[in-house]
């Protein structure tokens, strides 16, 4: 089959699945809907709006996607099927171009550090102006082992690579599995990592979770970090506290906006007004997490009379629906607390089982290996240059501005390039 023709059979089922959303009973009010809210109503964004309702959209108790319920409801021959099952694994992700042919792109993935080779389903005049050096945010999809282009969303200049590297870690963080998805070998390294830091973990604290304040978490986190880098075991003890009291509480920090989110990230949890228990814990098969109110959700289970603990509905609602926590925590607490779904279904008014609620509330995680965030960030190349580039931007000297620079002169900021190539692109 001719690339033409692979290209027109992909084209035909997006067109089936487009089709689908828009007249199927199953999604079609739901889409209608979907169009109101964001206000997409025609020409450019409502083609956005239908590639990110198919891509992104789940609905119905089991939170399924758009392909997924396409097949399930659609009479389909076997090649369209495939083709919806594959683009239910498309890869989303920020990409460097590395070259520019007749029908495609040479694509660097910026998450998962991996070169793609992709066939365009587009016309590649739709991207003219694009070139080598530029980041495009794409979703690219593996057929039959070859890789196609199925959209580009954004489009950031070569000079903008702060910008790249940013929203590349804001995916990781949103989506750590996006750093090994596609790539198995960088799934095995990361694997060892947590295999490893594991036993560390356990060597040096005695078992797999503590609680403390988030006043103390960075301090004694930072202490874990020097013992696996060089052995050093110094004294924490004075850095295990407790809250005055174990309440559930919004915490301002938590809302941060887009623009500055990693300088507060790495501001960590002391630099925050309020007063509440983090518990750091290491899971065995996903990593570290550093978890808020990991302390007050334990304590409504384990206290004769929960209903004492400020907000414990919203701590319980909190845990299950907030997607950076996992099955296997939930599964932890519930396998230490036996009133454990009791409560749950108390405060739920269900009568769900521990599998129910899990199926309910974190099937991305039963499908799906997720690794933490934390631990991932720790082997990705995209989160190591953006520090880079912080750390370059906070040292870099202040340029005398009064005075006129050559753009082939060399730049004021000592680098040794020349203006145009360094400060003064763009």
């Known amino acids: ?144 082992n070859d890789y196609y282009l199925m959209e580009i969303s954004g489009v ?16 990781i963080i949103q989506n750590p599995e996006l750093v090994y998805i596609d790539n198995p070998e960088k799934q095995k390294e990361i694997e060892k990592d947590v295999e490893d830091v594991y036993k560390k973990f356990i060597e040096y604290f005695g078992k797999d979770e503590i609680i403390t304040t988030n006043k103390c978490a960075d301090e004694l986190i930072g202490k874990f970090n020097d013992y696996t880098e060089n052995g050093t075991k110094d004294d924490y003890s004075d850095l295990i506290k ?38 750091i814990i290491y899971d065995k098969e996903l990593g570290m997490y550093a978890v808020p109110f990991y302390g007050t959700f334990n304590k409504i289970f384990e206290v004769e009379d929960y209903t004492k603990i400020e907000n414990y509905e919203s701590c319980i609602k909190f845990f299950l629906e907030n997607d950076k926590y996992s099955a296997n925590l939930i599964k932890s607490v519930a396998s230490k607390y036996p009133k454990f779904m009791d409560i749950v279904n108390s405060v739920l008014a269900k009568n769900y089982s521990l599998d129910e609620l899990l199926n309910k509330y974190k099937k991305r995680y039963i499908n799906n290996k997720i690794i933490s965030s934390t631990t991932v960030l720790y082997r990705s190349s995209a989160f190591s240059n953006t520090l880079g580039i912080i750390e370059e931007d906070e040292n870099k000297p202040q340029i005398d501005t009064t005075k006129k620079i050559g753009r082939n002169d060399l730049c004021p900021c000592g680098s040794g390039k020349k203006y145009k190539k360094c400060c003064g692109r763009g």
């Open 242 to 279: 407790e809250p005055d009291e174990y309440k559930f509480f919004a915490v301002s920090e938590f809302n941060n906006s887009y623009d500055n989110f990693l300088e507060n990230s790495l501001g960590g949890f002391s630099s925050h007004k309020e007063t509440y228990d983090v518990g």
């Open 1 to 144: 089959m001719s690339i033409l023709e692979k290209n027109d059979t992909i084209n035909n089922a997006v067109k089936q699945i487009v089709e689908f959303i828009q007249t199927s009973p199953v999604v079609k009010d739901d889409f209608n809907e979907y169009l109101k809210t964001i206000g997409a109503n025609n020409g450019a964004n409502l083609q956005g709006a239908i590639f990110t309702y198919i891509f992104e959209r789940r609905l119905g108790e089991n939170f399924e996607s758009i392909p997924e319920l396409f097949v399930e409801n659609s009479k389909l021959d076997k090649e369209t099927k495939e083709i919806a099952n594959s683009i239910n694994k498309a890869v989303s992700s920020i990409f460097e171009i590395k070259r520019v042919t007749k029908s495609g792109f040479e694509l660097y993935n910026i998450v998962n550090e991996k070169n793609y080779f992709v066939t365009s389903l587009m016309k590649m005049t739709n991207f003219r102006g694009l070139g080598v050096g530029d980041y495009v945010v794409a979703r690219v999809v593996n057929i039959h």
């Open 156 to 171: 950031l200049s070569s000079t903008k690579k702060t910008q790249a590297y940013r929203f590349a870690v804001a995916k």
